[in-house]
């Protein structure tokens, strides 16, 4: 049971465009979610996370908007680079949980 | 101490072998984690200690794996008798407090990857 999905498993943008990663969850009990970025033969590196109480949250080029309802979040990253290339995973948790579901990865390739 | 580490990076072994993988957190990070990553797939929890104490486990973690975090600092992650299926990224995390909280996020080292043969 795949509590956390991210449906497109690749993405490629043009360098200096708005790339737009999406993740949908089942489990209306998550109220908290987060990004990770991810390069080859390194651990995952947190980017930016959300409580369930907001709809958006901005970090630098990085924003992630929720929308509870749909039970639907995305990633938007602007303006793409070449160093944002990588695997982004989405992961959510419940608050008083230390488990971290993750979602299946999108691979980001930026186009220079 | 610039992050967390892991080791081995790479294990291989055959089929009903035991393994033993090593993992230091972040000095002051008393809660660290073991997730289990496959070809293609995000990664899953396994464990998570609070300090010395084992605090949840996944389903998961069989009757074959054990981990440990004597005196709260490193942890070890052992396999016995080895599978096939066991083949996967192994990844090492931890974090100073409750992951739900936007000061709290949580270091992962590079991952022990194992083969079984």
């Known amino acids: 049971d795949q509590q956390v999905k991210q449906n497109s498993p690749s993405l490629s943008v043009q360098e200096g465009r708005i790339s737009i990663l999406n993740c949908d969850y089942t489990?209306?009990?998550?109220?908290?979610f987060l990004w990770y970025k991810k390069y080859p033969a390194e651990g995952p590196t947190f980017l930016i996370s959300?409580?369930?109480?907001?709809d958006k949250n901005e970090d630098g080029r990085f924003t992630v908007f929720l929308n509870k309802s749909a039970k639907h979040l995305s990633l938007h990253i602007v303006p793409s680079q070449p160093g944002d290339s990588a695997v982004y995973f989405c992961?959510?948790?419940?608050?008083?949980?230390?488990?971290?579901?993750f979602g299946t990865g999108t691979r980001l390739t930026i186009i220079p | 101490d610039t992050g967390v580490s892991q080791n081995p990076r790479h294990k291989i072994t055959k089929r009903g072998q035991n393994v033993t993988f090593r993992c230091d957190p972040i000095?002051?990070?008393?809660?660290l984690y073991w997730y289990r990553q496959t070809l293609g797939q995000g990664p899953e929890f396994l464990t998570y200690?609070?300090?010395?104490?084992?605090?949840?486990k996944s389903r998961l973690l069989s009757d074959r794996f054990s981990a440990e975090r004597p005196k709260g600092s490193f942890s070890t992650l052992e396999i016995q008798r080895t599978e096939q299926g066991d083949s996967a990224m192994y990844l090492c995390?931890?974090?100073?407090?409750?992951?739900?909280?936007?000061?709290?996020?949580?270091?992962f080292g590079p991952g022990t990857r194992l083969t079984v043969l």
């Open positions: 995390a931890s974090s100073l407090g409750p992951l739900a909280g936007a000061s709290n996020e949580q270091f």
């Open positions: 489990n209306s009990m998550f109220d908290y």
């Open positions: 959300i409580s369930s109480i907001k």
């Open positions: 992961a959510a948790i419940t608050f008083g949980n230390e488990k971290l579901t």
């Open positions: 000095s002051e990070h008393n809660r």
């Open positions: 200690f609070q300090n010395e104490a084992q605090l949840e």
